[in-house]
Structure formats: structure tokens, C-alpha cells
């Protein structure tokens, strides 16, 4: 076997044992927390690819001294992002997850044209905070995974449970 639920030798897929990990959880609870992950996840890539973004312009001019670049700063700012990006700004780390930095304060963060070091540890915070970012989407993955196989195991052992997420399930079996 190559994990908890393997193919057997005549093609089917062996039931894996539930989880202790989610053992005190009904289905509907499980399926609330994947769903908190899932949303989660896309928060934190949201902002790991703003992370990313700010990063590769500021290297794009890292060599000019200029700051952010040319109207950069402007289009960074809260004033023309406003609502869009602040909608999912909320990024939390859960329980053994590790610590966020201050995302808003990067995001925010002028780097006057021509001081060097400012310029530099913008670069260095961004490089950390990238990093963070794609440990706690790591991490994140794992826990979905978990909950996915544990859904799954529980969907195998009694088929019946998918009925349970249709919108039409009280028409369903008379």
C-alpha cells in the first residue's frame, strides 16, 4: 500500500479508517471546517501573490533607486485599491500554524525614492513574508488533504451520506 487508501490488487479502492483526528466531528462539521480551509487557502494565495508581485517590482527597480518605480506607489495605494483588496485581507494563522507578518503594513509601506536601505529591507520583509505565506499554505494543504481523505473514508463506508449534500436530498428515496 502506498498511503491510507490504496487500490487493491482487483482494481478497487480499500475503505481507510477514520481518523481519530476527526472522530468527535459529525459530517456536517467536517465538511463546515474543509470548507473553512478552502477559503482560507484562497486568502492566503490571494495575498502570496500580492506579496509576490510587489516583490518582482521592487527587483524590477531595485538597480534605479527610485523607490516603489514610477507610479507604483500609486497604484499600491489604499486609496485606488480600497474594498477590493482589503476584502480578504483578514489572513489568520490557525493553531500550529506559523505566525503571519503584518501583511497590511507591507502592502502599504512607501520606500522613498533613493534610500537604499528602506528599498532593501522592503525586499528582505517581502522575501520573508513570501516564504510564511507558502509554509502556512503548506501546511494548510495538509490539513485539507486530512479532512478530504477523512470525508472520503466516510462517503465509502456509507455511500448513503452523499445524499446528504444535494439540494433535492428530501425527494430523494421517496
Known sequence: MTGPVAASTRGRKLVAPPSEEFAGLGLDILRT??????SEESRVSYWRRLVQTRLDLLLAYNTSGRGDGPGL????????IGALRTALLDVHPADGMPPLPDLLEMWERVVPAGDIAAHAELISDLRD???TLSEYRHALHGRLDDATRELVSRYRANPQLCFEVLPLREHIGG
Open 33 to 38: 471546517y474543509r470548507k473553512a480551509l478552502r
Open 129 to 131: 513574508a513570501e516564504h
Open 73 to 80: 506607489r500609486a497604484l499600491l495605494s489604499s486609496e485606488r
